[in-house]
């Protein structure tokens, strides 16, 4: 049995990530401090998931507060850390890139620095596809040398990568990083695309929709996530420092994606047209051949199957 710190617990990759690690018998220390940017109830809710799930132990606490992270690392002394807290969100990080920098980049340091000074064996820590800017080139790949982020947001996650890599060098800690593409499915953040469009075709709310619908994503599942994570947790030892993509290597357009939204609600959308946001990537693609090889990442839920369990998870929620 491991002793897993998660931060970011609460959330919706972390409550999903904690779930599956309690199942797996291993004890987990969540650390979240319940961020407003969406409603605590619904971060209440997936901890009362995780507390009836076996050997459990929430903190509220912020990263960001170093004498907090150190009086917890000393007295828990985790084997592994799975580091997944930030300022999530490429808009709201151009109204706020100082707070983004401050959670996101500072917040990472102090918890290396606490890893250190405990021995932690191996720490995981997520990044974002966001990271790749508008590439020229798709699919993306992890050692692609133009990766030229456009919003504060991008940016802090890549100076994350930067930082973990100089703290492997240093310390010999295996630390991976992972570059999550469009996460979705059962408790997914309210503010994000599919949760949110689903909630206004259901109610006969016309959805935003920037650009001209060809943008496009790799919508990935968030049980697929679950499952790189943890055998990224198992096989970082034999690489010391390293990236990974997790995605689906299937991107959707825009438009596709809402016509299959629609036909899982089973209404069809009314669409408010409006203008490319600041900061958007025109696409996304993960090229999967590092995490297929040395993770034996293998994504299995279609698009279409993903939506049908968000939507069923969003009715039964009410």
Known sequence: MATILVTGAAGFIGSHLCQALLADGDRVIA???????YEEAIKRRNLGVLEKSGDFRFELADIRDANAMQSLFASVRPSVVVHL???AGVRPSIADPVGYTETN???TSILLEQARRVGVEKIVVASSSSVYGNAPSVPF???DHAIMPISPYAATKRSVEMICHAHAHLTGMPT???RFFTVYGPRQRPDLAIAKFMRMIASGEPIPVFGDGSTSRDYTFIGDIVTGIRSSIERI???GFRVWNLGSDSPIRLDALIASIAETVGQEPVIDRQGMQAGDVARTWADLTRSRHELAYAPSTSLVDGLGLQW????AQG
């Open 312 to 315: 069923a998870d969003a009715a």
């Open 105 to 107: 980049v500072r917040g």
């Open 31 to 37: 650390v979240d401090n319940l961020d407003p940017f």
């Open 141 to 143: 790949r992890e050692d």
């Open 237 to 239: 030892p034999e690489h």
């Open 176 to 178: 991976a990083c992972l």
């Open 85 to 87: 807290a930030a300022k």
